[in-house]
T-cell receptor, first 112, second 115 residues
Framework: AQSVTQPDIHITVSEGASLELRCNYSYGATPYLFWYVQSPGQGLQLLLKYFSGDTLVQGIKGFEAEFKRSQSSFNLRKPSVHWSDAAEYFCAVGGATNKLIFGTGTLLAVQP | GAGVSQSPSNKVTEKGKDVELRCDPISGHTALYWYRQSLGQGLEFLIYFQGNSAPDKSGLPSDRFSAERTGGSVSTLTIQRTQQEDSAVYLC?????????????FGPGTRLTVL
């Protein structure tokens, strides 16, 4: 079955600290992988995506993610978190039709 | 340019009533998607339109849900005889067609509350 698992429902980090959000997927074909961010009352915004090639992808707002096929993972990282990064983060997988399967999300809180 | 817009932003209805939710995609985008975001279920795919092809309805949860896309642009999601479990945020996304993958752009959503 196709699925995405985000094991961390809620994470709190201090401003300036590093961040890693975990994502594991199950997908029968070559996956397209995505991270989206949703701020309160806002729609989903694409942070970054992976299709092929270099397994370390750079996105907006200083985020990056690494695709590890052997671990079926696509973890999101940021070296130094800003208070404005507080939001909910969703990992998603898709295929040729680009119909997305989302994880349940990780809610990030940033402490001053 | 203008993004994906959805209306209404909020809808409160009584159980058993029908509702219509509207999505205006980005001009020129040929692919349109509906998703539902609810507590306990996360974000779920509902339906996908691509050009003039038959829509992929595989995510619709019951026959009370239907959607259409007129003229390859505006889409309406209709829920008949609403139930309390239909309460959720309904998100629409559109995508420019082309080779490979193009980003899906999401609208702000319609929050549906069924009393």
């Amino acid at each position: 079955a196709q699925s995405v698992t985000q094991p961390d429902i809620h994470i709190t980090v201090s401003e300036g600290a590093s961040l890693e959000l975990r994502c594991n997927y199950s997908y029968g074909a070559t996956p397209y992988l995505f991270w989206y961010v949703q701020s309160p009352g806002q729609g989903l915004q694409l942070l970054l995506k992976y299709f092929s090639g270099d397994t370390l992808v750079q996105g907006i707002k200083g985020f990056e993610a690494e695709f590890k096929r052997s671990q079926s993972s696509f973890n999101l990282r940021k070296p130094s978190v800003h208070w404005s990064d507080a939001a909910e983060y969703f990992c998603a997988v898709g295929g040729a039709t680009n119909k997305l399967i989302f994880g349940t999300g990780t809610l990030l809180a940033v402490q001053p | 340019g203008a993004g994906v817009s959805q209306s209404p932003s909020n809808k409160v209805t009584e159980k058993g009533k029908d509702v219509e939710l509207r999505c205006d995609p980005i001009s020129g985008h040929t692919a349109l998607y509906w998703y539902r975001q609810s507590l306990g279920q996360g974000l779920e795919f509902l339906i996908y339109f691509q050009g003039n092809s038959a829509p992929d309805k595989s995510g619709l949860p019951s026959d009370r849900f239907s959607a259409e896309r007129t003229g390859g642009s505006v889409s309406t999601l209709t829920i008949q005889r609403t139930q309390q479990e239909d309460s959720a945020v309904y998100l629409c996304a559109s995508r420019e067609d082309g080779l490979g993958y193009n980003e899906q752009f999401f609208g702000p959503g319609t929050r549906l509350t069924v009393l």
